[in-house]
């Protein structure tokens, strides 16, 4: 595969991470034909979270201020975006994300883990290709929020680093 090919399949692949996006879609999958040999297949989807809350119970009238003060708190909590956090790595390409190097192996990092900037946190499979993300900077890790074999997509946040 010649430079120029790898660099039009890059492209190609994050306009389909943002067509995916832009048209609110969960999955695309396609599959593209070069000759005999030469193919790209390439699925981009996104991990969904379903987020339920239970509606409060009827309170006695002394008690609404106190539940009231508590559902700003809660709406936030869950608007909260880790993609905006200072320390969000987040995902440099579309693909698979492995938290260690080869199945039933110990995890490159742990919540409470201490990093060096550099040091390799999780490996992205992309197109057969394993590709080592380091840290940004050093830090604990705080939070990992893919798990191990979760499909990736371009720019989404896979751990924080404080």
């Known amino acids: 595969m010649t430079k120029d090919t790898h660099d039009s399949d890059v492209a190609f692949i994050q306009a389909l991470a943002e067509l995916l996006n832009k048209n609110d879609l969960t999955e695309?999958?396609?599959k593209r034909e070069y000759g005999e040999n030469d193919r790209l297949d390439v699925r981009?989807?996104?991990q969904t979270q379903?987020?339920?809350?239970a509606a409060?119970?009827?309170a006695p009238a002394a008690a609404a201020p106190a539940a009231s003060a508590a559902a700003p708190a809660v709406v936030a909590a869950a608007a909260e975006d880790p993609a905006q956090h200072p320390g969000?790595?987040?995902s440099p390409m579309v693909?698979?994300?492995y938290?260690?190097?080869e199945p039933g192996a110990q995890p490159f990092v742990q919540v409470g883990t201490a990093v060096k900037e550099g040091q390799t946190v999780l490996i992205i499979e992309a197109m057969k290709t394993m590709n080592h993300i380091?840290?940004?900077r050093a830090g604990t890790v705080k939070r990992i929020l893919v798990e191990d074999g979760s499909p990736v997509e371009y720019g989404a946040p896979l751990m924080i680093i404080e």
Do not use: D, E
């Open 50 to 53: 379903i987020v339920t809350m």
């Open 56 to 58: 409060p119970a009827a």
């Open 28 to 30: 695309l999958a396609v």
């Open 88 to 90: 969000a790595v987040t």
């Open 44 to 46: 981009v989807s996104r």
């Open 99 to 101: 938290r260690s190097a």
């Open 134 to 136: 380091p840290a940004p």
């Open 95 to 97: 693909g698979t994300a």
